[in-house]
């Protein structure tokens, strides 16, 4: 049986269960459902920051909300704002206005709690606003939405997240569901799967599956005294009628969400003979790594015409990989060439392999935004897959969280960058000293104290830079190799997801989101829809709510540029 026979045999056993009910998952209709919701709930989606409207300038952190009415009302979280502050608001399609802050509950009995808070738009316009659900309406396991803004991506656009229900309302008056979140979040909307606002993100706790929403009945109880820019230490005397849900016996309930990856195994295994686990040697540590055997089509080089490669994450494999298929066979492998700007490495093997994913170099493809919410599949060789959804389209990383660590601190003296501290055992101590003048990196010349950083952050772990420095009246230049930034405590829980992340994370061209939860190890495996399609391969666990994922036309730019007679 050919294995495109086996992914629809397997689609029609998961698929053809019928209409959503408690019993059965038609993944095929929720995710149409999903989607659905998702396009009517994204535009009113909206990143929010505090703003100085006389300095023109940012002056808080950035938190999340969403637009519920014709006349601009925006829900967030109350610990996110102040009344009669001013906010600067961003749309997804960019526009941009003003809002100021209304009132807010923040009990002085229970602090941070119910985290209630509300703002409206002050600049003239028309805004794209949520339609309001009703959380009283809510049932255990009822499929989810989050649209929000993770603060350390840093993106312009929000990022979806799915999950469901846990409860529709724990001891301390909250949603839980399954829709990670992280700072950034906060405030930020989850929908019910018919695109209903019913919680804002609160707070969320160490297991990934427990996050905290602010029920919206709060807000359409305190609708009028949420109007007034004060803060409410006790619970308002001005309540309003809740009223009850129209649509609640046409909610959904999908107990199988809870166990996707057992539902969906079936729908991945044939996509299991596309990978295969490389280990090595990095710096002299075992290392183990997800890898995607590719078929490339449209060579021009006649050498390698009908060959399979493996690509996997580069900063994973060491010099000397070995290569354990799906059915357990052991193969040398030898590296072509690497890519450290996607963190990529190819390499070719002695043997052939079955079930390469076959990529035509010379196509070109994008992701688009009616594609968000997709249900994604990374296989695992020796468990189940991995479920996510689309999170974002393609888009940019700049390299922030991942430089090399250099460990030399500095202060601006006489117009001179004179370090002032080493840290002990970092790659600064063994060429330089305190009282070294930087001149320049790697023929860069520093000049100003914003240099200095600016130009150590462009370099990755690994990467030996010539250090232009004055010492004694000597000019000289000394060699550092930089290496992996020491792990620092995170603070926040939402910075330890389970399995960590990677240490090469961002500083990418091109990649895209989703809510995977993968573990840095298991990256460098294939990304596929339930039909089948090939999105990519896994990049890098990010954070809490994000794993990135290396598109398609990436690849084929690395392929043609490794592989071709242009080389």
């Not at 992701?367 to 468990?383: A, E, M, W, Y």
């Not at 910075?495 to 989703?514: L, N």
């Not at 990049?539 to 036309?553: H, W």
């Amino acid at each position: 049986m050919s294995a495109r026979n086996m992914i629809l045999m397997a689609l029609v056993l998961v698929l053809g269960l019928g209409r959503a009910s408690a019993q059965a998952l038609n993944t095929g209709a929720l995710q149409k459902s999903v989607q659905e919701g998702i396009k009517k709930a994204y535009p009113a989606s909206v990143k929010i920051m505090g703003f100085d409207t006389v300095r023109k300038m940012q002056n808080s952190a950035q938190f999340s909300g969403a637009v519920v009415s014709a006349g601009g009302h925006i829900l967030t979280a109350a610990h996110a704002i102040q009344p009669n502050r001013t906010y600067k608001v961003l749309f997804p399609d960019g526009k941009t206005c003003i809002a100021v802050g209304l009132g807010r509950i923040d009990l002085a009995a229970t602090p941070t709690q119910p985290d209630v808070a509300m703002m409206k738009i002050i600049t003239p316009g028309k805004w794209p606003y949520a339609e309001m659900g009703w959380s009283s309406a809510l049932k255990k396991d009822e499929p989810c939405i989050s649209i929000a803004y993770p603060e350390t991506l840093g993106q312009p656009l929000p990022t979806v997240r799915f999950g469901y229900i846990a409860d529709t309302l724990n001891k301390w008056g909250f949603i839980q569901s399954t829709c990670v979140m992280e700072p950034g979040d906060s405030g930020g909307a989850l929908y019910d799967y018919m695109g209903r606002l019913i919680g804002l993100h609160s707070r969320c706790d160490l297991s990934e599956d427990i996050n905290y929403e602010i029920p919206v009945d709060y807000y359409r109880k305190y609708w009028t005294a949420l109007n007034q820019p004060k803060t409410y230490t006790v619970l308002p005397e001005v309540v309003d009628d809740v009223k009850k849900d129209p649509k609640a016996s046409q909610i959904g309930v999908y107990a199988d969400l809870e166990h996707l990856g057992k539902t969906l195994d079936a729908v991945a295994a044939p996509f299991r003979s596309g990978m295969v686990v490389i280990t090595s040697k990095v710096k002299g540590v075992d290392q183990k790594i997800n890898g995607t055997i590719i078929e490339p089509v449209g060579l021009g080089a006649k050498k390698y015409q009908g060959q399979h490669f493996i690509i996997s994450k580069s900063s994973y494999v060491g010099d000397m990989p070995m290569v354990a298929t799906a059915k357990g066979a052991a193969v040398k492998a030898k590296i072509i060439a690497r890519d450290a700007a996607n963190d990529l490495v190819i390499f070719g093997l002695d043997s052939k392999l079955e079930g390469g994913i076959k990529i035509d170099i010379n196509n070109a493809d994008s992701l688009q935004l009616t594609q968000l919410g997709n249900i994604l599949l990374l296989p695992r060789v020796d468990s189940l897959p991995k479920v996510s959804v689309l999170s974002s389209v393609g888009f940019a990383i700049p390299l922030k969280y991942s430089p090399g660590f250099f460990g030399a601190s500095s202060v601006f003296q006489d117009n001179k960058i004179v370090l002032s501290r080493i840290q002990r055992g970092s790659p600064a101590m063994d060429s330089l000293k305190t009282g070294d003048v930087i001149q320049s990196v790697n023929g860069e010349e520093l000049k100003l104290p914003p240099d200095y950083q600016r130009v150590l952050e462009k370099y990755l772990p690994g990467d030996v830079i010539s250090v232009g420095i004055i010492r004694d009246g000597q000019s000289m230049v000394r060699k550092v190799t930089l290496k992996a930034r020491p792990m620092a405590d995170p603070g926040h829980v939402a910075g330890r997801p389970i399995g960590g992340t990677s240490i090469r994370k961002d500083g990418f061209p091109k990649v895209f989101a989703t809510d995977a939860r993968l573990h840095p190890e298991e990256c460098g495996g294939p990304v596929f829809d339930t039909k089948g399609v090939f999105y990519g391969i896994g990049e890098a666990r990010f954070s809490r709510t994000t794993a990135l994922v290396v598109p398609v036309q990436q690849l084929r730019v690395f392929l043609k540029n490794s592989l071709t007679d242009q080389n």
